[in-house]
């Protein structure tokens, strides 16, 4: 039933123009990155690292959970315009598994994104900035600890987009996630709070590794975190009376 | 005969406005039932707490002989097909895409999919983007979604919504073929009892949340009394005899003509007498039927319960 869930979820994304955004976003974040790299080289070393630094500033800071935000939004803005409401809340689904379809969905897009996210940081070392030899593996990793870092930040933009029938609020809200992440972090809160694992997971700005090996308790707070909002999600879905515009 | 639809009971109330008042509903199997109502009268709120999109506040409801409560849920909507309050879709999609939304979400094959195009006539529209379809078309399309998988209930508030006069009247050929053709039990609300009055074969009033009126569209009929006219040679004697025998009176259309209140037989033959016994010179009496849009009126200005 699930399985059914994610399918028509999929099926909406279908010539969707959230894939400009998708394709957009981390373009442009590669570009700050990459020219703020190439004009500080008197401060940074020239390496696939200190490109790193500048490739996540940019994006953890202002790009990363927006774009969460905007994915999130977009997918219930579907379900708020027109009277899409009933007809998803009259199928014969499980009311909860339509949102954790919608968390999947949109988990499978920001690791999607973070692929595009590598493949651009390949192309502007390579290319652009003409680094020497290939990026460490360990890159890869830290991008896929970014998507585990954004469950939780998936799960309550996806909660928010669903209470708050308003397009800017979740991005806005991913917005000062995005600095209020980076707060976090630098206090040393990182398990603490959704947005600051967002940042952890993916090392931002940093060359050395900001978990020190402590992946269980990062992971857990991920898993914890997501489940809060789930957890939450699926009482409101039950309890609330459906309103469709 | 049984009932596929059965409401006890039934409130919900928002703060101190009561929007479904003791709504005790029932829809035989295999019948087209009309739920008529002005708009605000209660319609979308009762049909969307028949599949459970709305929390009743009190009372029960029971679909397809189960319950409808967190354990049937899934059971009863799987039989179930629904438009409320306008058709759903999604604007970026084609027809096609938006069905294989819905058949995937009701575990209905594919194949079904061209089954219900056909049947609502949208085949050759089918990969058109559904944000470039009339309202015509959309409803269509709200009907095939609901069509899909065959259910055995068909909930649909207000098809015919902002379709032109053709539009309305393929809208309603579609419907009334739906038990024969689907064998499909149908809820099918309206504002306007004309619409639907060819297509139902009973029917229920509402108005500001009460059911004023249920049963077959024969027995809502026989509210058609209405008023008589009554044209005399003398209508100033005429109106002295009616006063003595305390029958309200109004002018007709031309100095001849009274208008009386709706009077059974009986005593009409018997005031008839008596004005002819005092000279008032009847020429004629006529009583005036009520149309069905006239008496849904006089029950829904009124308020009046019939049974």
């Known amino acids: 039933m699930l399985l059914r869930c994610i399918l028509a979820e999929n099926r909406k994304l279908h010539g969707a123009a959230i894939w400009l955004v998708f394709l957009i976003v981390p373009m442009l974040s590669a570009l700050y990155g990459t020219f703020n790299f190439l004009q500080n080289l008197e401060l940074l070393d020239f390496d696939w690292y200190n490109l790193w630094t500048q490739h996540t500033l940019f994006y953890t800071l202002f790009f990363f959970a927006p774009m969460v935000g905007v994915y999130a939004a977009y997918l219930w803005r579907l379900e708020h315009l027109g009277h899409n409401w009933n007809l998803i809340m009259s199928a014969p689904v499980h009311r909860s598994y339509l949102f954790v379809a919608k968390f999947l969905v949109v988990a499978k897009m920001t690791l999607l994104t973070q692929g595009w996210v590598f493949l651009l940081y390949l192309a502007a070392g390579k290319l652009w900035a003409r680094l020497p030899g290939w990026p460490p593996a360990q890159i890869i990793l830290w991008l896929l600890r970014g998507v585990l870092g954004s469950l939780g930040v998936i799960a309550f933009e996806l909660l928010l987009a669903m209470v708050i029938r308003s397009f800017a609020v979740p991005v806005l809200v991913g917005l000062a996630g995005g600095v209020s992440g980076m707060l976090a972090v630098s206090k040393g809160l990182s398990l603490l709070w959704p947005f600051a694992l967002m940042q952890a997971g993916m090392n931002a700005n940093r060359k050395e590794d900001m978990l020190g090996g402590q992946h269980l308790p990062f992971v857990l707070a991920c898993l914890v975190w997501a489940g809060i909002f789930l957890a939450v999600a699926a009482l409101l879905l039950r309890a609330r009376d459906v309103r469709a515009e | ?307």
């Not at chain 2, 809208?171 to 504002?191: D, K, Q, W, Y």
């Open chain 2, 1 to 307: 005969m049984t009932n596929i639809i059965e409401t006890h009971d039934l409130c919900k109330i928002y703060g101190s406005h009561a929007a479904v008042e003791h709504l005790d509903l029932v829809v035989p199997q295999g019948s087209v039932y009309g739920f008529i109502g002005p708009n605000g009268a209660g319609k979308s709120t009762t049909m969307k707490m028949l599949l459970g999109l709305i929390h009743p506040t009190q009372g029960t409801v029971q679909l397809l002989g189960q319950p409808m409560n967190d354990r049937n849920r899934l059971s009863i909507l799987r039989h179930t097909g629904s438009l409320i309050e306008s058709p759903a879709g999604y604007a970026h999609l084609t027809a096609q895409e938006n069905l294989q939304i819905v058949a995937d979400l009701k575990q209905v094959p594919r194949k079904d999919i061209d089954r219900v195009l056909e049947i609502v006539h949208l085949r050759e529209y089918r990969r058109r983007k559904v944000g470039q379809y009339s309202l015509g078309m959309r409803q269509r399309l709200g009907i095939a979604q609901a069509l899909l998988g065959s259910p055995e209930l068909l909930i649909l508030d207000e098809p015919t919504n902002g379709l032109d006069p053709a539009g309305i009247q393929e809208m309603r050929s579609l419907i009334a073929e739906m038990p024969s053709s689907c064998g499909a039990t149908v809820l099918i609300s309206s504002h306007l009892l004309s619409e639907l009055e060819m297509i139902v074969d009973r029917v229920g009033v509402i108005n500001n949340g009460r059911l004023l009126f249920q049963g077959p569209l024969d027995q809502l009929r026989r509210h058609s009394r209405g008023d008589i006219l009554l044209e005399t040679l003398d209508p100033d004697r005429a109106r002295q005899v009616l006063l003595a025998n305390r029958v309200r009176v109004r002018d007709g259309n031309s100095p001849q003509c009274l208008i009386l209140p709706a009077l059974t037989d009986a005593p009409l033959a018997e005031l008839v007498r008596r004005l002819a016994d005092q000279g008032a010179g009847v020429v004629g009496v006529t009583r005036r039927t009520k149309t069905l849009e006239e008496i849904f009126l006089s029950l829904t200005e009124h308020g009046e319960e019939v049974g």
